[in-house]
């Protein structure tokens, strides 16, 4: 385990050691928000080291969203993180590196959602999710081995883990036709999103190792979802108002870099989701 001057992110239990350093969005005491990295119960103000000389973001990081370094690159990723690790590290690290109390701060939606595509990346996931609505017999679609299934989802319900979520009215099926009414079946899907960065054009073709390489990082992500408004007017053009009452995901992305001394062969149990793309402006 790599340790840090800062003491909580050498906790063996602790969620930000030195080896992950996910990055955020946050503000304190009704300052704007900046982005910022976790470390320990501190975050990184990424926004004030950059003018003192410590880290280079190419003046993104004193913006409300991480949109604009994402669209840097996976080589200034790769950057950046070397140098937060060497000004973090026990050893030869720089304690005046500007950080702020985790306790003291707001988290906000760290990325500016512009896309959003919906993956059934999971064999169970759309297995069980089939079930509900065809029965066992017809619950895999028949191209699920063969491609990715998916729909693009509607960006503007994503919100910050901790939002509060209404519970929608819609129209339910009733025994003589439609009722309007409250949703009965609320439902979520703890899946993971996958944070996309990189410049493309509309046309441009992209390999399954051009993909990887766009990956900036990764969210806990909670998918919400009336299942009874949904079973009601999902055919033929999928998941309209049951769907877009809110889509919930972690402060903190995770970074490819931070998973992967992880990485193993996949188990097929894990739905993924394409949350968001970075872009230049």
């Not at 800062?6 to 928000?33: H, I, K, Q, R, T």
């Not at 339910?172 to 009414?181: H, Q, R, T």
């Not at 609320?186 to 509309?202: I, N």
Request: with cysteine; aromatic share 8%.
């Amino acid at each position: 385990m790599q340790h840090s001057w800062v003491e909580s992110a050498n906790d063996p239990e602790g969620d930000f050691p030195l080896a992950n350093l996910p990055y955020g969005v946050f503000s304190v005491a009704g300052e704007p928000p900046r982005c910022g990295v976790a470390i320990g119960d501190r975050i990184v103000d990424l926004a004030a080291a950059e003018p003192a000389g410590l880290i280079d973001g190419e003046g993104t990081f004193a913006r409300p969203a991480l949109n604009d370094f994402i669209a840097l690159g996976r080589e200034t990723w790769a950057a950046t993180r070397a140098r937060l690790t060497e000004l973090l590290a026990a050893e030869g690290g720089n304690p005046d590196l500007p950080t702020v109390a985790m306790a003291d701060a707001t988290l906000h939606l760290p990325i500016r959602v512009t896309e959003y595509t919906d993956f059934y990346a999971s064999k169970n996931h759309a297995f069980n999710v089939g079930v509900l609505f065809r029965g066992p017999e017809n619950a895999l679609p028949a191209q699920w081995t063969h491609m990715p299934i998916g729909y693009n989802g509607r960006a503007s319900p994503v919100v910050v883990s901790g939002t509060d979520l209404h519970r929608p009215m819609g129209q339910l099926k009733g025994e003589d036709g439609p009722i309007w009414a409250p949703c009965r079946r609320l439902d979520l899907e703890l899946e993971m999103g996958a944070v996309v960065g990189a410049d493309s054009a509309l046309g441009d073709q992209v390999s399954v190792e051009q993909a990887e390489a766009m990956m900036f990082g990764y969210v806990l992500l909670n998918d919400w979802s009336a299942r009874d408004v949904q079973a009601w007017e999902y055919q033929p053009l999928g998941p309209f108002q049951s769907k877009a009452l809110g889509t919930t995901i972690s402060p903190w992305i995770v970074t490819t870099a931070a998973l992967e001394p992880f990485r193993c062969e996949a188990t097929g149990t894990t739905t993924g989701r394409m949350a968001a793309r970075g872009r230049r402006r």
